[in-house]
């Protein structure tokens, strides 16, 4: 019995694209870089023409210029959230939304943390940190804890405040939050490669999408510092919506729209 022949890399790009991979070609490139012999090569091209997400195949996902590793069965981070990154370094760094001049490290917590995406970029791009992320699924934390080893920060296991150390009540400069906000009869609408690999836990936000949201805007007052902000994605449809019921909550909302990205940002700042 004789080995089969190397995979071309035309021959992997035509089997993408009948996949239906949009960006076939640098698909091929990542994954004969990645592949460590003809027999894995093959293996993990099966896999992705099966559907697998190319990002758990190859065991990371670029984001915000970083490697993020990214294990099978966990969020795979979606580009256009490097938008919430974007504009919580810029509260950060510019004191905006009414935030007084940082004494001190930026205390960040990464809630619905995934694999740690938004704290591991949001930790490489401030030069004093002081970051915490949690997640309710067991797969997220490990993955997370990867992304941000001990000496970056913390990562903890549980749903939402609760996993978090009480000392953090009323300290919280910037809250990161990468909650599902799919409405459940959307999610068999969603692509294969997320609706099929990635948990439910990270996608199903109830019936409206907001389920997930509306308790962390609920918990949010009393863990932020006095002018400190939590910032949160939401389709542009739920906006208005989500956006009334940051004000219920007593924050004061605004509405950001990344039309390249097709992101919508809702950051809700505690008043000083």
């Given at each position: 019995?004789?080995?089969?022949?190397?995979?071309?890399?035309a021959d992997i790009v035509v089997r993408l694209r009948a996949a239906g991979c949009v960006f076939a070609e640098d698909e091929t490139r990542l994954l004969l870089e990645a592949a460590g012999s003809p027999t894995e090569l093959a293996d993990m091209v099966q896999r992705r023409v099966d559907g697998l997400?190319?990002?758990?195949?190859?065991?990371?996902?670029?984001?915000?210029?970083?490697?993020?590793?990214?294990?099978?069965?966990?969020?795979?981070?979606?580009?256009?959230?490097?938008?919430?990154?974007?504009?919580?370094?810029?509260?950060?760094?510019?004191?905006?939304?009414?935030?007084?001049?940082?004494?001190?490290?930026?205390?960040?917590?990464?809630?619905?943390?995934?694999?740690?995406?938004?704290?591991?970029?949001?930790?490489?791009?401030?030069?004093?940190?002081?970051?915490?992320?949690?997640?309710?699924?067991?797969?997220?934390?490990?993955?997370?804890?990867?992304?941000?080893?001990?000496?970056?920060?913390?990562?903890?296991?549980?749903?939402?405040?609760?996993?978090?150390?009480?000392?953090?009540?009323?300290?919280?400069?910037?809250?990161?939050?990468?909650?599902?906000?799919?409405?459940?009869?959307?999610?068999?609408?969603?692509?294969?490669?997320?609706?099929?690999?990635?948990?439910?836990?990270?996608?199903?936000?109830?019936?409206?999408?907001?389920?997930?949201?509306?308790?962390?805007?609920?918990?949010?007052?009393?863990?932020?510092?006095?002018?400190?902000?939590?910032?949160?994605?939401?389709?542009?449809?739920?906006?208005?919506?989500?956006?009334?019921?940051?004000?219920?909550?007593?924050?004061?909302?605004?509405?950001?729209?990344?039309?390249?990205?097709?992101?919508?940002?809702?950051?809700?700042?505690?008043?000083?």
């Amino acid at each position: 019995m004789h080995n089969s022949p190397p995979l071309a890399f035309a021959d992997i790009v035509v089997r993408l694209r009948a996949a239906g991979c949009v960006f076939a070609e640098d698909e091929t490139r990542l994954l004969l870089e990645a592949a460590g012999s003809p027999t894995e090569l093959a293996d993990m091209v099966q896999r992705r023409v099966d559907g697998l997400p190319l990002e758990q195949i190859l065991g990371w996902a670029e984001f915000c210029g970083l490697r993020i590793a990214i294990e099978p069965g966990v969020f795979v981070p979606r580009r256009r959230t490097e938008c919430l990154v974007d504009e919580a370094v810029s509260i950060a760094y510019s004191g905006a939304d009414h935030r007084p001049a940082p004494v001190g490290p930026t205390v960040v917590v990464d809630l619905c943390c995934g694999s740690g995406a938004l704290g591991a970029a949001i930790a490489d791009r401030l030069s004093s940190i002081e970051l915490y992320a949690a997640d309710i699924d067991p797969a997220a934390v490990r993955c997370a804890r990867r992304n941000i080893p001990a000496a970056v920060g913390e990562v903890f296991e549980g749903d939402l405040y609760q996993p978090l150390p009480e000392t953090l009540r009323g300290r919280i400069d910037l809250l990161v939050v990468n909650a599902p906000y799919v409405p459940t009869e959307s999610i068999a609408l969603m692509p294969p490669e997320a609706r099929d690999h990635e948990p439910a836990v990270a996608l199903d936000g109830g019936a409206d999408g907001l389920d997930v949201l509306r308790r962390v805007i609920h918990g949010a007052p009393e863990w932020l510092a006095p002018g400190g902000s939590l910032l949160f994605e939401s389709s542009a449809a739920q906006a208005p919506l989500i956006a009334g019921t940051v004000t219920d909550g007593g924050l004061l909302p605004r509405v950001l729209t990344f039309q390249d990205w097709g992101a919508t940002v809702i950051v809700g700042t505690l008043p000083s």
